[in-house]
């Protein structure tokens, strides 16, 4: 058994939905939850990214996130494993830690007395 990651979403203090972040070791391209897990960690992503813009304009995250894909200089890299290549699926959970340690040094320096 063990511990395993997930993201519960609540609506009125109600668990409503639960997204796991880890997979079973089945097939690449079968492990659907997963996906849904991994969009939903990347619009908290950008959620976190927006706010530390807000709080300080000069914050730029070093890769964009456009729905369920990062992007770097143009190239769009999916972050689901549906239909997708392990190296480019790898690249993007490459970029979307980079982009998390980037903002997590945000919140850090945000918190930092001045």
């Not at 997963?34 to 990214?49: A, H, P, Y």
């Not at 200089?73 to 959970?93: C, D, I, P, Q």
Request: aromatic share 8%; glycine share 6%; hydrophobic share 40%.
């Amino acid at each position: 058994m063990g511990s395993h990651s997930f993201i519960k979403k609540t609506r009125n203090g109600i668990d409503a939905e639960t997204y796991p972040l880890y997979g079973s070791g089945s097939h690449f391209a079968a492990n659907t939850c997963v996906d849904n897990g991994i969009k939903e960690f990347l619009k908290l992503l950008q959620f976190l990214q927006r706010e530390l813009k807000d709080r300080n304009p000069d914050f730029n995250a070093p890769f964009r996130i456009h729905t369920d894909r990062l992007i770097d200089n143009g190239v769009e890299y999916k972050a689901v494993m549906m239909l997708n290549v392990e190296s480019r699926w790898t690249r993007a959970m490459s970029m979307m830690l980079i982009d998390l340690k980037v903002a997590i040094a945000q919140c850090i320096s945000l918190r930092s007395p001045a």
